[in-house]
């Protein structure tokens, strides 16, 4: 089992960046690949990034291609989401998950969850 705290979320302008960071407890952290989900007010939650075990292979959204990094540090327990040229369209309840099979974008597929940060955007 894994426990999932997200950090790094705020206010603000669009343009600007924020760094989002995923901190997991337990020892098998290397075991899950990872992903971010985001849901905004009034949406469904949906995929963002996720990244695979090693980190070698990672999978995007269409709409923040280029914008957005994911990468984790598996030394250190950590999954981190780089987040430039931010705009009001981002703006949700960002959400930390571990799956324990390959990188996927399916939520259902995700099998541990952290409480979410909320980043707010503004234009």
């Known amino acids: 089992q894994v426990q999932l705290v997200e950090s790094g979320g705020g206010l603000v302008q669009a343009g600007g960046s924020l760094r989002l960071s995923c901190a997991a407890s337990g020892r098998t952290f290397s075991s899950y690949a990872m992903g971010w989900f985001r849901q905004a007010p009034g949406k469904e939650r949906e995929f963002v990034a996720a990244?695979?075990?090693?980190?070698?292979?990672?999978l995007y959204t269409d709409s923040v291609k280029g914008r957005f990094t994911i990468s984790r540090d598996n030394a250190k327990n950590t999954v981190s989401l780089q987040m430039n040229s931010l705009e009001p369209e981002d703006a949700a309840v960002y959400y930390c998950?571990?799956?324990?099979?390959?990188?996927?974008?399916?939520?259902?597929?995700?099998?541990?969850w952290g409480q979410g940060t909320q980043v707010t955007v503004s234009s």
């Open positions: 998950a571990a799956n324990t099979g390959s990188i996927v974008t399916k939520q259902s597929a995700y099998d541990y």
């Open positions: 990244i695979s075990r090693s980190g070698g292979s990672t």
